[in-house]
């Protein structure tokens, strides 16, 4: 079962930044904050990953706050082909990825 | 690079029947998984293989069997479908740690009628 807790469904205006919210209220120390994204029946597309400092790549950052039970991934600038489900993960030693139903995102022009 | 193959695509089966879902990847990733999606709902694990030759269970591993061909292959095989497995199929491969991130495929949309 997922350990997260992520809005249902948000929307975001084309060209703003959008912040999507996360809770790991039982995360572990060395469990690693995953995003993933689903476009559209597609398969999940990872996005980015974090254990404590905040991190950026091409695609997004990724905010991991100091005590670590909640992250914010931001899309700099929204595009209509991010609209998908978002999923934020823990992922620990395990190395198993579980998804929960994840945040309905949809970018409006 | 391909990254995650499946095949089929789509596939429809009677009751009863019998089939295998392939995958393959080359990205020489160590483990590979096997998970299924249902409308509405997130992913859930069937099978996993953490390495060649490895398989273990996963949240939903009844109803299925799979097989760790070598190190770029893992089918599942689904011995007698029922109408219950109807759903939305996808592989995906990590390196060991999966630190890196998962690469899933593009899925198999399997309907048993």
């Known amino acids: 079962d997922a350990k997260t807790t992520q809005p249902p469904s948000m929307d975001c205006a084309e060209g703003r930044a959008a912040n999507l919210p996360c809770n790991h209220s039982?995360?572990?120390?060395?469990?690693?904050v995953y995003w993933y994204r689903q476009i559209h029946s597609q398969g999940p597309q990872y996005i980015i990953h974090g254990l404590k400092n905040n991190e950026t790549n091409e695609m997004a950052s990724l905010i991991i706050t100091e005590d670590r039970k909640s992250s914010t991934l931001i899309l700099p600038h929204a595009t209509l082909r991010d609209t998908a489900v978002y999923y934020c993960?823990?992922?620990?030693?395990?190395?198993?990825?579980?998804f929960g139903k994840g945040n309905q995102v949809v970018v409006i022009p | 690079n391909a990254g995650v193959t499946q095949t089929p695509k789509f596939q429809v089966l009677k009751t009863g029947q019998s089939m295998t879902l392939q995958c393959a990847q080359d990205?020489?990733?160590?483990?590979m998984y096997w998970y299924r999606q249902d409308p509405g709902m997130g992913l859930r694990l069937i099978y996993y293989?953490?390495?060649?030759?490895?398989?273990d269970k996963g949240e939903v591993p009844n109803g299925y069997n799979v097989s760790r061909l070598n190190k770029r292959e893992f089918s599942l095989r689904l011995e007698s479908a029922a109408p219950s497995q109807t759903s939305v199929y996808f592989c995906?491969?990590?390196?060991?740690?999966?630190?890196?991130?998962?690469?899933f495929g593009s899925g198999t949309r399997l309907t048993v009628v």
């Open positions: 995906a491969s990590s390196e060991a740690t999966g630190r890196n991130g998962y690469t």
């Open positions: 039982t995360i572990s120390g060395n469990e690693y």
């Open positions: 990205m020489n990733h160590n483990s």
């Open positions: 993960i823990d992922l620990g030693g395990n190395n198993r990825l579980a």
């Open positions: 293989s953490a390495s060649e030759g490895t398989t």
